[in-house]
């Protein structure tokens, strides 16, 4: 008797870990399929945004920008989504098309919406993308939301960011000085000030800014605001060290 119930609980055993397992396999197999299916859209997507990002019409790289915001929004940024961001960034500047040799691929708001996307893709490679259009652009709407995200990524080894932002800004003072440019110009200084190393060209271009009254008056005071607190810290600096 108690032979025959061992049997029979051995059964139920044996049939409940059958069953247990073949659930298993199912579950494995539709997590397998699903992460089969993930990265099949992903790659189609990648191709989608690189084929609309190197179209020529203007159009379809606004819709490459729209899939590139979303991508980035929820954090599956992939490499191709960043080369095909650093190509929008550099639209007519750094990759230039021309039909009878006139440029035909100039679109500053295509080339400013990617440098406000890669404000946060917070990495290296957005950075130097931003860095090298602030460098070589001319549009000021361009070079003002480059500027934006240099300070949105706060990356600034070895004073690379901060200096390229006072060069810009010296540029753009003499050939088309603009208040909003200015004004991001100082508050990205605000965010990267305590990164800062060398703080002289920092300092040179926010008193070009608080002593140009090309600038509206709420501008040169916040660049005045930001340079006597860059002051009172080295002052303060300079006292701790006295003092030690």
């Known amino acids: ?19 247990v397992f073949a659930q298993e396999q199912k579950v494995q197999k539709a997590s ?37 915001e979303n991508a980035v929004n929820e954090n599956r940024v992939s490499p191709d989504m960043m080369k095909a961001l650093d190509s929008l960034a550099g639209e007519g500047i750094t990759s230039q098309a021309r039909t009878n040799g006139r440029l035909v691929n100039n679109f500053p708001d295509i ?7 890669l404000a946060n893709v917070k990495t290296e490679e957005s950075k130097d993308t931003l860095v090298k259009i602030a460098l070589a ?10 500027i934006r995200s240099l300070g949105e990524i706060g990356i600034n080894g070895n004073d690379e960011v901060t200096e390229t932002i006072a060069w810009a800004q010296k540029k753009n003072s003499v050939l088309n000085p603009t208040s909003s440019l200015a004004l991001e110009v100082v508050v990205a200084y605000e965010k990267l000030a305590d990164t800062v190393e060398n703080k002289a060209p920092m300092i040179q271009a926010l008193g070009q800014i608080a002593t140009n009254y090309r600038y509206v008056t709420p ?6 605001e930001l340079l006597k607190k860059l002051q009172e810290g080295t002052t303060s600096g300079s006292k701790s ?3 030690k």
């Open 1 to 19: 008797m108690n032979f025959k119930k061992i049997a029979a609980a051995g059964t139920v055993i044996a049939f409940t870990a059958v069953s």
């Open 241 to 243: 060290s006295n003092a």
């Open 137 to 146: 652009d001319n549009e000021p709407m361009v070079i003002t939301a480059a």
């Open 32 to 68: 397998n399929e699903s992460s089969v299916e993930s990265e099949y859209l992903s790659s189609v997507e990648d191709v989608v945004i690189t084929e609309l990002a190197n179209s020529e019409e203007r159009d379809n790289k606004l819709v490459a920008l729209q899939y590139l």
């Open 111 to 117: 080339r400013a919406k990617a440098c406000d996307i």
């Open 219 to 224: 501008v040169r005071t916040r660049a005045l």
